[in-house]
């Protein structure tokens, strides 16, 4: 498939390291490492395949980080009751202005 850019600083590209390590989350981590290969220069299949998940996802997860960049990386579904929210996750809604509210889908 066609490369897709995504250009990360240094200090996103470390958090989002930090969060696809220490997440227990399966599905977070795949995003972060999608996320992180793309970046890397990989093109959106490469990168499914390295992480065995469908191209078809790594489509969406880069999408979705070019829209909303790092917040996509976090789950949006509420319908699980109030979530507890990791300091990586705060310091990553801090860093781009953002509140838990606005990540809770419509």
Do not use: Y
Not at 17 to 26: F, M, Q, V, W
Not at 32 to 46: D, I, P, Q, S
Not at 52 to 71: K, L, N
């Amino acid at each position: 498939g066609l490369a897709m850019l995504l250009a990360l600083t240094r200090h996103a590209r470390r958090r989002i390291e930090r969060l696809g390590r220490r997440t227990r989350d399966a599905q977070q981590r795949v995003r972060c490492f999608v996320v992180l290969e793309v970046a890397g220069g990989k093109t959106r299949r490469e990168a499914a395949l390295d992480l065995d998940c469908a191209p078809s996802t790594a489509w969406v997860i880069v999408d979705r980080f070019r829209q909303w960049g790092e917040a996509s990386l976090f789950d949006r579904r509420c319908e699980n009751g109030t979530r507890k929210v990791d300091p990586d996750a705060e310091e990553a809604f801090r860093a781009f202005g953002t509140t838990e509210t606005h990540l809770r889908a419509a």
